[in-house]
């Protein structure tokens, strides 16, 4: 008898705490939603949890935000189409241009001396206007209403680098711009 007293105490214990018994004691009802918000509210998991995904929502929006105002800003974006259109200009313009004028017996000596002191700096005037004003649409990433770039000074210079090919070079990039 007490083994079987016993066991009926250990059932009791290990029933589920959120459901109660009925006045009759043989049905179970479970706790209503009113009586189970109020006790999620008191609840420490949930409450961590809460926070947890709080944090996790707001750090998320604050990266969201730093690479927004980082990539879009009208300076980088200058930026980014002014490298854009002296990389196109020498690789597809300058360089056929630059060789047409040079004998192959010289080749090699002419382009040594230039990976020293560099071609003669391209602007961006320059840049906007060639081939029958090709990058003329371009205008407006340089003249912005809070952004303004020098089309006179801002400019690239072109370093050759051996083996002297179309893409063997480095550039220096000379900004004049200024923001409001």
């Known amino acids: 008898m007490d083994f079987a007293r016993f066991l009926k105490n250990l059932r009791r214990k290990l029933r589920p705490r959120s459901k109660k018994r009925n006045n009759r004691g043989s049905d179970v009802r479970l706790v209503t939603k009113m009586n189970a918000s109020i006790k999620r509210r008191n609840d420490p998991v949930f409450a961590r949890k809460f926070v947890t995904w709080g944090v ?35 690789e597809d313009y300058y360089y056929d241009k630059f060789m047409a004028g040079i004998v192959d017996e010289v080749f090699e000596s002419k382009m040594a001396t230039f990976e020293q002191t560099g071609l003669q700096p391209v602007l961006l005037r320059q840049l906007l206007l060639y081939q029958n004003g090709k990058n003329a649409e371009m205008k407006k990433y340089f003249e912005t209403g809070s952004f303004s770039c020098d089309r006179n000074t801002t400019s690239a210079k072109f370093y050759p680098v051996a083996p002297y090919g179309r893409t063997d070079y480095t550039v220096e990039y000379n900004y004049s711009c200024v923001s409001e």
């Open 56 to 90: 996790m929502i707001s750090s998320v929006m604050v990266v969201v935000s730093v690479f927004v105002a980082v990539y879009f800003n009208p300076e980088a974006v200058a930026h980014r189409k002014f490298e854009a259109m002296a990389r196109e200009y020498y």
